[in-house]
């Protein structure tokens, strides 16, 4: 089993749309997890992280399941700047940087 | 100007040449890593630096060879590489606060690598 497991889309939404992306992870130790996006030939960004009680920035909302191990990611009206990779991240020994990465969720905002 | 620079941006070499990739931070942090970026893979983590000391190798082959000579520079030398190796490298750096942190990583824009 992956380590973090995304399906990596793409997904093809019209602007304006909800859309929400799932990761999973399989050390159950792991302490701290994240997302971050990736637009296309550029490098990956911190989006947010994802604390167990959710947060929410504007219009992404992170939420984190510690029993099923795994973290979702909801983007409400759905922006063209939206397009890119989206990259779920784990820590999986709480201390250090040794961040584990998914391969990514592709997505496509369309007009 | 980014905060993590990395040169060259592109590089075609064979696989009997040496050359170096370059990476330099201006955000004043004290832990840097290399990654490796394949296509329809995950980022793989290669070396990270903390205080200018090695704290990990993940199993990398000895044809990458990575120096820190400060807290600022980064280098990845490259000695008889194979196609395989041919990927986009992105360095990166954080600021290590010991008993905390933040998961933000601070990444160059990547060296994308072609081994003939």
């Known amino acids: 089993r992956k380590e973090v497991e995304q399906d990596p889309g793409p997904f093809n939404v019209p602007e304006g749309a909800t859309v929400a992306f799932n990761c999973t992870y399989s050390?159950?130790?792991?302490?701290?997890f994240f997302w971050y996006r990736q637009d296309c030939r550029k490098e990956p960004k911190l989006l947010m992280s994802?604390?167990?009680s959710g947060n929410e920035d504007g219009r992404f909302t992170a939420q984190l399941n510690r029993a099923s191990q795994y973290i979702s990611l909801l983007i409400r009206d759905s922006k063209l700047s939206d397009s890119a990779t989206y990259l779920c991240?784990?820590?999986?020994?709480?201390?250090?940087?040794?961040?584990?990465f998914g391969t990514g969720t592709q997505l496509k905002v369309e007009l | 100007e980014t905060g993590v620079t990395q040169t060259p941006r592109h590089l075609v070499m064979g696989m009997t040449n040496k050359k170096s990739l370059k990476c330099e931070q201006h955000?004043?942090?004290?832990?840097m890593y290399w990654y490796k970026q394949s296509a329809k893979k995950p980022l793989e983590l290669m070396f990270v630096?903390?205080?200018?000391?090695?704290?990990e190798n993940n199993s990398v082959p000895s044809r990458f060879s990575p120096e820190c000579p400060n807290s600022s520079h980064l280098f990845l030398h490259l000695h008889t590489l194979q196609p395989e190796d041919s990927a986009l490298y992105l360095c990166?750096?954080?600021?290590?606060?010991?008993?905390?942190?933040?998961?933000?990583?601070?990444f160059g824009e990547g060296s994308r690598l072609t081994v003939l």
């Open positions: 990166a750096s954080s600021q290590d606060r010991s008993g905390t942190y933040t998961g933000e990583l601070f």
């Open positions: 630096y903390s205080l200018e000391e090695r704290v």
């Open positions: 050390n159950s130790a792991s302490q701290s």
């Open positions: 994802v604390y167990s």
């Open positions: 955000l004043g942090h004290n832990a």
């Open positions: 991240v784990v820590n999986p020994t709480g201390g250090g940087n040794k961040l584990t």
